[in-house]
């Protein structure tokens, strides 16, 4: 199983990026997948995540209301829009397969990507 991410930059506050999350070796509809985040200095936290089976999402309060989480399962590709940035949301950003629900601890998702840098701008 392999977790790939890309779409992450340099953007300025109030902008928007989109990530995608690639994922060979496991057919997406059987397992929720996660966003995290991990800030320098900082644990690794939770963003959100997505039921694959049927699109049922979870966000954190620090991004309810400006990030959505989509998936194609045709594609076996999930996404994370992310609007309205702030120089807070600058973290590296991962996905991440696994856990038996949504949300789940995030010491139970088993496959990660290698993530990809997101810096906004104050």
């Known amino acids: 199983v392999q977790l790939v991410e890309s779409g992450g930059g340099l953007v300025q506050a109030g902008g928007s990026l989109t990530l995608s999350c690639a994922i060979t070796?496991?057919?997406?509809?059987?397992?929720?997948v996660g966003w995290f985040r991990q800030a320098p200095g900082k644990e690794r936290e939770g963003v959100g995540c997505i039921v694959s089976s049927d699109g049922r999402t979870y966000y954190e309060d620090a991004v309810k209301g400006r990030f959505t989480i989509s998936r194609d399962n045709a594609k076996n590709m999930v996404y994370l829009q992310m609007n309205s940035l702030e120089p807070e949301d600058t973290a590296v950003y991962y996905c991440?397969?696994?856990?038996?629900?949504?949300?789940?601890?995030?010491?139970?998702?088993?496959?990660w990507g290698q993530g990809t840098q997101v810096t906004v701008s104050s």
């Open positions: 070796g496991f057919r997406l509809g059987y397992l929720p």
């Open positions: 991440a397969l696994g856990g038996n629900k949504c949300p789940d601890s995030i010491q139970v998702f088993g496959y």
